[in-house]
């Protein structure tokens, strides 16, 4: 029996798991090795990339049933089934689990097309429409997406100090802060009602630029942009960035756009973004390049 795809494990996965204990990944992936029978040697079939086939399908199939919130990840590492996922299992005339499928569920149509509108031809959302180059494109932004989810979900399972330190590490990584030695004196040290830290516009020192940094699950309201934005005026200073692992209410986003002081928000999925970009807390496993023909070569 060959490597089953993604879609083909869904099913299967979300039965396993349907007695509602958690289950880790490790226990996952060797219940459905057994489930499908496959040989040692197609477990241990790779990708280009490194990574086993058989392991990168099984994390599909639990990205695409979690965004379709048929399944939960209670910690770390692991996955239980969801009210929704129970749901599903109970229904007998279900014995299948596709993409098809979980569009009937609107968190997984915004997951895979969030930025397009619905159309009521459901092949024409397929990528049949789209050029090679585009289909590469949002297949690595759905990636890009898919990995800052997991950036998340890391940091908030770290401590305060872990988020002090990465914020630092980051914003040195895009240029401001001067030495990393120089922001990480700076970050934590104000205390000043509304400011978690200081830290350089740029090497030379010409401005700073004041912080507050939130690893919260709760959404960011206007109260506390405005409390930061008080802060920031006594300090008589003009730039802020508020960073946080949550986002930010209408309310909020409206306030800074109407103050004089030049407040950045920097939401939980702009910040794993960020961090993706300048190579903070992620590495590289693969590298493909887009070619296309030289015509000066064939300049006779």
């Given at each position: 029996?060959?490597?089953?795809?993604?879609?083909?494990i869904m099913y299967p996965l979300l039965e396993h798991i349907r007695d509602g204990k958690e289950y880790s990944n490790?226990?996952?992936?060797?219940?459905?090795?057994?489930?499908?029978?496959?040989?040692?040697?197609?477990?241990?079939?790779?990708?280009?990339?490194?990574?086993?086939?058989?392991k990168n399908r099984v994390h599909w199939a639990k990205t695409y049933l979690k965004k379709a919130m048929l399944i939960?990840?209670?910690?770390?590492?692991?996955?239980?089934?969801?009210?929704?996922?129970?749901?599903?299992?109970?229904?007998?005339?279900?014995?299948?689990?596709?993409?098809?499928?979980?569009?009937?569920?609107?968190?997984?149509?915004?997951?895979?097309?969030?930025?397009?509108?619905?159309?009521?031809?459901?092949?024409?959302?397929?990528?049949?429409?789209?050029?090679?180059?585009?289909?590469?494109?949002?297949?690595?932004?759905?990636?890009?997406?898919?990995?800052?989810?997991?950036?998340?979900?890391?940091?908030?399972?770290?401590?305060?100090?872990?988020?002090?330190?990465?914020?630092?590490?980051?914003?040195?990584?895009?240029?401001?802060?001067?030495?990393?030695?120089?922001a990480g004196q700076a970050v934590g040290k104000s205390g000043d009602g509304g400011i978690d830290g200081i830290i350089?516009?740029?090497?030379?020192?010409?401005?700073?630029?004041?912080?507050?940094?939130?690893?919260?699950?709760?959404?960011?309201?206007?109260?506390?942009?405005?409390?930061?934005?008080?802060?920031?005026?006594?300090?008589?200073?003009?730039?802020?960035?508020?960073?946080?692992?949550?986002?930010?209410?209408?309310?909020?986003?409206?306030?800074?756009?109407?103050?004089?002081?030049?407040?950045?928000?920097?939401?939980?999925?702009?910040?794993?973004?960020?961090?993706?970009?300048?190579?903070?807390?992620?590495?590289?496993?693969?590298?493909?390049?887009?070619?296309?023909?030289?015509?000066?070569?064939?300049?006779?």
């Amino acid at each position: 029996m060959s490597i089953p795809d993604y879609q083909a494990i869904m099913y299967p996965l979300l039965e396993h798991i349907r007695d509602g204990k958690e289950y880790s990944n490790s226990d996952l992936m060797n219940c459905l090795a057994d489930h499908f029978k496959l040989s040692d040697d197609e477990l241990k079939q790779m990708l280009p990339s490194g990574t086993k086939v058989f392991k990168n399908r099984v994390h599909w199939a639990k990205t695409y049933l979690k965004k379709a919130m048929l399944i939960e990840a209670p910690r770390k590492g692991y996955a239980c089934i969801s009210e929704r996922g129970l749901a599903v299992v109970a229904d007998p005339s279900t014995t299948k689990i596709t993409n098809k499928y979980l569009k009937q569920f609107d968190e997984f149509k915004e997951f895979i097309n969030p930025n397009k509108k619905e159309t009521s031809n459901d092949e024409n959302s397929t990528n049949e429409t789209e050029t090679p180059e585009e289909v590469i494109a949002n297949t690595y932004q759905e990636l890009k997406d898919t990995l800052a989810d997991e950036l998340i979900s890391t940091i908030k399972t770290c401590s305060p100090e872990f988020f002090e330190r990465l914020v630092v590490e980051l914003l040195v990584k895009m240029g401001y802060g001067g030495s990393l030695v120089d922001a990480g004196q700076a970050v934590g040290k104000s205390g000043d009602g509304g400011i978690d830290g200081i830290i350089k516009e740029d090497q030379l020192g010409l401005d700073i630029i004041y912080l507050q940094a939130k690893r919260w699950e709760n959404v960011v309201g206007s109260p506390e942009i405005q409390k930061f934005a008080g802060a920031l005026q006594g300090q008589r200073a003009k730039k802020g960035v508020f960073i946080t692992t949550s986002h930010f209410t209408k309310d909020a986003l409206a306030f800074v756009r109407k103050i004089d002081s030049n407040i950045v928000l920097i939401d939980g999925k702009q910040l794993a973004h960020l961090m993706i970009d300048n190579q903070l807390g992620v590495s590289t496993i693969d590298t493909i390049e887009i070619k296309k023909i030289d015509t000066d070569y064939f300049v006779e």
